[in-house]
């Protein structure tokens, strides 16, 4: 009989934590570069200031909720413009898929705010605690005063840190420098302290705790990825076919000296101990791989200590892998149906919303025929058709002249508007409104029309000369 005895273990691998060694090169300079760039961005932005005008505030990128207004530099959008994020959310996903088809997760390795983050808080951490070695050694003492004083000088600057990344989320919801004061004097609404304190929560757990556990387990993408690479993209690669057999120096001089064969990697584990999420990039891709770089630095600093040629770590592709297996030279192929229809889509989708930023009029007007009745038969026999004209303008205040084209003999009326001396009916619109009118359109028996007419009801900007139509029906009687 087999045996049915069970082996019970955990369900789950206790975590083991991670101490990243610093390193200096490339990708290293590369990472730092983008991290000052993007953190100086989001914590900068806020307080750049863009002149619109009188009565419109002053900050390059806001987020209006009370008057529904989305504003960024000269675009300025409402909430029916909903389209335009819809674009933005278009573009970004097929970037994401493109940087994914171009070079695997160069996103994560680079640009994911988690990275930058925690990229943020081991340079603290690094600054306070000192290097790989005196991490390990600290945390092994772990109740010397030394270190508890290290460790909480660690904590405060995060919390800081943490602290200034919630209040900068907010800034972008009110003017920067009047909330600024507002919070520093305890002025500003509750909400704008509530969701400073789940950032900052967020930010410190994320970025000083979770780390490499959000990467690994938390974030979908790895597993979306994993589905989208093909063998093409290029990846953090250990090439095998130069780097085995692993030994000491040592030993693979005097290999080398007796003729057999040596591989040029030392088993020094310096790749794994840069790894923010202590991968070991010889044993392949893998989750956890976030594709940063750094174990490339780092074995490059040590190829060029020992004598050898760098590049036994680097970006390479699976079909290069198997060419040098069969000694063939590599290729490269970023240009391929794949990256060129994801390139193809976020051109397309840029040039719609382009086009419909340029070309996009600040007023519409917008016109409800009157249902019931179609159509009033007056005294005299001429008809009278309503009409519910709704007036939208998204710029400063301004005076529309109201005027009716496509029907000739038609006399135009507007409840609680008069005519001005010139014969037009000017309708006064207020900064970023609308406002609705009842328009009547009114034939005398003689020019009625045999069947309904199309009509053109339109608007004029008298001080600019724009001009918006909508077109309707006139209904003569039955």
């Not at 087999?2 to 955990?10: C, K, L």
């Not at 573009?91 to 695997?104: E, S, Y």
């Not at 993209?233 to 095998?240: E, F, H, I, S």
């Not at 891709?285 to 036994?312: K, S, V, Y």
Request: with cysteine; proline share 4%; hydrophobic share 45%.
């Amino acid at each position: 009989m087999a045996d049915d005895t069970f082996i019970e273990g955990p369900l789950y691998e206790k975590r083991k934590k991670v101490y990243p060694q610093s390193v200096h090169g490339q990708f290293r300079r590369i990472k730092w570069t983008i991290l000052c760039i993007t953190l100086g961005i989001y914590y900068l932005l806020p307080f750049v200031r863009w002149n619109r005008g009188p009565g419109l505030p002053n900050q390059a990128v806001l987020v209006d909720l009370p008057h529904r207004r989305f504003y960024f530099f000269f675009i300025e959008l409402w909430p029916q413009e909903v389209y335009y994020f819809t674009g933005l959310l278009i573009i970004a996903a097929m970037t994401l898929f493109l940087m994914n088809a171009v070079a695997g997760r160069i996103w994560c390795g680079y640009l994911c705010w988690q990275t930058v983050w925690t990229d943020l808080f081991y340079a603290v951490e690094r600054w306070v605690e000192g290097d790989r070695r005196e991490r390990i050694q600290g945390d092994k003492r772990y109740w010397s005063f030394d270190h508890i004083r290290k460790v909480a000088l660690k904590h405060v600057l995060w919390i800081l840190i943490a602290w200034w990344t919630g209040g900068a989320w907010v800034l972008y919801f009110d003017d920067a420098p009047t909330l600024v004061r507002e919070l520093a004097t305890f002025q500003a609404p509750f909400i704008a302290y509530l969701w400073i304190g789940i950032l900052t929560a967020t930010t410190y757990v994320f970025a000083g705790h979770a780390r490499e556990q959000v990467c690994i387990y938390m974030c979908p993408w790895p597993r979306i990825q994993a589905a989208l690479t093909d063998e093409w993209a290029l990846n953090v690669t250990y090439r095998r076919d130069r780097g085995e057999p692993r030994m000491s120096v040592k030993k693979a001089e005097a290999a080398r000296v007796h003729g057999e064969i040596a591989g040029d990697c030392v088993d020094c584990h310096q790749c794994i101990n840069v790894c923010p999420t202590g991968v070991d990039i010889r044993k392949g891709i893998q989750l956890g791989c976030i594709q940063c770089g750094l174990c490339i630095d780092a074995c490059n600093n040590i190829m060029t200590e020992i004598g050898r040629p760098t590049g036994l770590i680097g970006y390479d592709t699976d079909i290069n892998q198997q060419r040098r297996r069969e000694g063939k030279p590599p290729v490269y192929r970023i240009a391929r149906p794949r990256t060129l229809v994801y390139a193809g889509v976020i051109a397309i989708v840029g040039s719609i919303m382009l086009y419909a930023l340029a070309t996009r009029s600040t007023m519409s007007i917008n016109v409800l025929h009157e249902r019931n009745p179609l159509f009033v038969q007056l005294a005299d026999g001429g008809v009278r058709n309503d009409y519910t004209v709704r007036l939208l303008n998204k710029g400063f205040e301004r005076s529309f002249a109201l005027d009716v084209s496509g029907l000739s003999g038609a006399a135009v009326r507007v409840a609680g508007v008069e005519r001005k001396a010139d014969g037009r009916l000017i309708v006064e619109v207020g900064q970023d409104q609308t406002r609705e009118v009842r328009m009547s359109v009114q034939i005398a028996p003689a020019q009625l029309p045999k069947k309904a007419v199309d009509i053109e009801i339109g608007i004029t900007d008298v001080a600019t000369g724009q001009r918006a139509s909508a077109r309707d029906h006139f209904v003569p009687a039955d």
